[in-house]
């Protein structure tokens, strides 16, 4: 079964950068899928963030994509995300998850997902 | 303003019958988009129901059904439980590798 753990700092100041990893476990991060990060500010929806493949290939958010970096560790089976200059509008709840995709190789949905880490984004 | 367009909330008495819908606020949904749903409760992680417009993940109830119907992506819960009493979001592909949500729906089992 695959599981997915988020961690990283839960309070991150102002301007500074936002870094979290996403523990794989039960699969391969080299397995073929992409694997990506979503968030979800207190209260509001949800916001795709970007997805990566075990290549280092990346797709980012265009709103996103100035700030927002995305690699992967396969000796660790993990992949990692930092979003730079921070403001409390980046405070929210990150999740991590996997990216599985059918025989055509268009469709992609994300499932499992890990639990969620909150980063409040604070002085 | 959010791309992706599905109602604020709903409701549905239990053992009924509600469709969610997931429009864009320019243009019609289509299976191009490969949509798919999600289910989350307060404080948990969203649980995948339905992609690729009408695949039901692994361990989700039959009563759960994806379709696209006119110009949007629909899910259509069958036999409404208590514990269907979540928040739902679908999710589009808009092309060149990026994806969006919409603002989710608050379903009441009411």
């Known amino acids: 079964q695959v599981q997915l753990q988020e961690s990283g700092p839960g309070l991150v100041k102002p301007s500074e950068t936002l870094s979290l990893t996403c523990a794989v476990s039960?699969?391969?991060?080299?397995?073929?899928?992409?694997w990506g990060w979503i968030r979800q500010p207190p209260g509001k929806g949800l916001e795709w963030i970007g997805s990566i493949y075990h290549s280092g290939s990346t797709y980012y958010n265009p709103s996103l994509k100035s700030r927002v970096s995305i690699s992967v560790d396969t000796s660790k089976n993990h992949f990692s995300l930092k979003l730079s200059s921070v403001t409390a509008a980046d405070t929210a709840v990150y999740f991590c998850a996997r990216q599985l995709s059918d025989s055509s190789g268009y469709s992609y949905w994300f499932d499992p997902w890990g639990r969620g880490t909150l980063v409040t984004v604070s002085s | 303003q959010t791309v992706v367009t599905q109602e604020p909330s709903f409701s549905v008495s239990p053992g009924g019958t509600v469709t969610l819908t997931c429009g864009l606020r320019?243009?019609?949904?289509?299976?191009?988009?490969?949509p798919s749903w999600y289910q989350q409760t307060p404080g948990q992680a969203p649980r995948t129901l339905i992609y690729?417009?009408?695949s039901r993940s692994a361990g989700v109830p039959d009563r759960f059904s994806g379709s696209i119907l006119g110009n949007k992506a629909a899910l259509t819960i069958t036999g409404a439980h208590a514990d269907d009493e979540s928040d739902y979001y679908c999710?589009?592909?808009?092309?060149?590798?990026?994806?969006?949500f919409g603002g989710g729906t608050k379903l009441t089992v009411v």
């Open positions: 999710m589009l592909y808009m092309g060149s590798g990026t994806w969006v």
């Open positions: 690729s417009t009408k």
């Open positions: 320019s243009g019609s949904v289509s299976t191009s988009h490969y």
């Open positions: 039960g699969d391969s991060i080299s397995s073929g899928y992409y």
